[in-house]
């Protein structure tokens, strides 16, 4: 995998390679913005998350102390002599006095607690009505304690309010009248403008049954009305205070943050202050920072680009050009080729002054090869017996003026032959098996004797001898052959056979027996040289040619009859 991928790399262009490198260099860059870009995100996240908390703190803390005083106020109007002994026209002075010093309230009413019907408020009752079915009366005279109330709308004020009741007892612990104060919310909104939050941002104060009850967006949209389901529940299910990102009441991403208000002596909170921050506001700020940022970085991105191509164009590109078209120039065989005195300095000026080197022995070189090819070409073209340059398929290459004599050829017609169209066929098999041993080096050289065919069709005798000239790596790449013309001695040595043949002939036909021979005087046996005594007939057959046949002759016929006779 890695060789493939430095092979690839190698294959590249060194423009690509520059390019390639200066992205690789700014990829460090790239991680840092989009890490930085990262943190900001999370910075903003957090930065939202505390936003919000502060909010809701702010409104929860507001309305804690707001519950504190409105516990305390109610505590000493209950005290009061005239609110103990019922008296209406001096209870709705004293109210009405407070209300106007007091604008967080919406109203403070006196119930009576049997009938719950109201009488006395801080405001004109301009019609009777009764708190026997709210909330804060029931847990008022159920716990004869301050009691939180529930979302509603004033009787008399006619704003969307929640109520607290506090128990006015007796000597005997009995409830003698309560006391309700409804808070008014419009000074929140007063005081979220004074935060200077980002824009969208929204608070909600939901009653314990998850209404609405204030919102500083589009109130008349959402108070009175249930707030979202799984919102409320995860604030109820959730800890006292809590933040998470959520879909608000108003359909968009939020970071939303919460705070639980409860009394003392309740189990379950009567408020949840909820603040939120849109997402995307939040985030938008971090996200322009991001894009100013890779903007900087792109416009430094392609500044390096250019800068990388421009530098690795001069610097780079055109001296490797230069080197190119010199090594063309020096492949084409223009051996005066020089570039050291134009490219000068650095890697690329010592591979230029190489570059030179490597011409000068090449020129060097190239004189030498000329010189030996020229002596070689004299020596084979002086040569007095025939010689050849030939290929490995059997191609005359180069042929001397003595070959070109014995086969009677002109050099260029010679030169376009194989040896296989000058050798007779019966002879060319004779070739193959010696020039597979000298191909695979078992010898040297071959020496073979050989009929050929000139060009008037004559058979010419030759004597061969084969070497192979290897290059520089040890592999053939010609055959060098000399043939001598070797007919003459070829004619005088058949016509010395044909000689030797009638000389055997004669010799056959003709033995003769000469010189002085020991004969036996008794039995005519005759002693050889090696001092053996032979039969008469034995040694005449084996030292000539004569054979000999038995007969009797007349005398010795005679002679014989007459002995019988006698």
Request: with cysteine; aromatic share 8%; net charge neutral.
């Amino acid at each position: 995998m890695i060789q493939s991928l430095l092979d690839y790399l190698s294959s590249l262009s060194l423009r690509k390679l520059l390019l390639l490198l200066t992205l690789l260099l700014a990829l460090p860059a790239v991680g840092l913005i989009v890490h930085f870009g990262l943190d900001q995100h999370h910075d903003a996240l957090q930065e939202g998350v505390a936003e919000t908390r502060k909010l809701a703190h702010s409104i929860a803390s507001e309305q804690r102390n707001l519950t504190a005083a409105a516990h305390q106020l109610v505590t000493v109007l209950g005290q009061l002599p005239q609110v103990r002994e019922h008296k209406t026209a001096a209870v709705n002075g004293i109210l009405t006095s407070v209300l106007a010093l007091n604008p967080q309230y919406a109203n403070i009413v006196i119930a009576d607690p049997t009938t719950g019907d109201v009488w006395a408020s801080a405001l004109p009752l301009t019609k009777p009505f009764s708190l026997r079915d709210k909330r804060t009366f029931r847990n008022a005279v159920k716990t004869r304690q301050f009691s939180s109330g529930e979302y509603v709308i004033g009787q008399i004020s006619t704003k969307p309010t929640i109520g607290f009741g506090y128990p006015v007892l007796d000597e005997k612990g009995e409830v003698k009248a309560v006391i309700a104060v409804n808070f008014n919310f419009d000074h929140y909104n007063v005081l979220f403008n004074q935060a200077g939050l980002p824009q969208g941002t929204t608070f909600n104060i939901i009653d314990y049954n998850g209404v609405i009850i204030d919102r500083n967006l589009n109130p008349e949209g959402f108070v009175g009305k249930k707030a979202n389901d799984g919102i409320f529940m995860s604030m109820v299910n959730g800890p006292e205070e809590n933040s998470f990102i959520d879909v608000g009441v108003s359909g968009d991403r939020r970071i939303i943050s919460y705070t639980k208000l409860r009394l003392r002596n309740e189990t379950f909170p009567y408020l949840y202050v909820r603040a939120g921050i849109p997402l995307q506001a939040t985030l938008s700020k971090a996200a322009e920072k991001q894009f100013y940022n890779m903007a900087f970085l792109s416009l430094f991105l392609l500044a390096a680009i250019f800068l990388a191509l421009f530098i690795g164009k001069h610097c780079f590109v055109n001296r490797i050009t230069a080197l190119q078209e010199a090594s063309h120039r020096l492949a084409a065989g223009n051996l005066h080729t020089r570039v050291s005195a134009c490219l000068q300095g650095g890697e690329l000026g010592d591979l230029a002054q190489t570059f030179d080197q490597m011409a000068d022995q090449l020129s060097v070189r190239e004189k030498a090869v000329r010189e030996s090819e020229a002596r070689f070409r004299s020596a084979l073209e002086n040569a007095p017996i025939g010689m050849a340059l030939v290929s490995l398929n059997g191609a005359f290459l180069l042929v001397n003026r003595a070959l070109c004599a014995i086969l009677g050829y002109e050099k260029e017609a010679l030169q376009g032959l194989t040896f296989a169209e000058v050798t007779h066929p019966d002879d060319l098999n004779l070739d193959i098996p010696n020039v597979e041993r000298l191909l695979d080096g078992e010898v040297s050289a071959y020496t073979v004797e050989k009929r050929y065919i000139t060009k008037g069709r004559e058979l010419v005798w030759g004597q061969l001898t084969a070497s192979v000239l290897k290059g520089d790596e040890g592999d053939p790449e010609y055959f060098i052959v000399q043939i001598e013309d070797i007919s003459d001695r070829k004619r005088v040595e058949k016509e010395r056979e044909g000689l030797i043949g009638d000389l055997q002939g004669a010799l056959c036909d003709v033995r003769i027996l000469s010189g002085l021979l020991p004969i036996c005087d008794s039995c005519k046996k005759i002693r050889d040289d090696k001092g053996y005594w032979n039969q008469l007939e034995t040694y005449i057959s084996k030292h000539s040619g004569a054979m000999f046949s038995y007969g009797i002759c007349p005398d010795c016929e005679a002679r014989l009859q007459g002995r019988r006779e006698t």
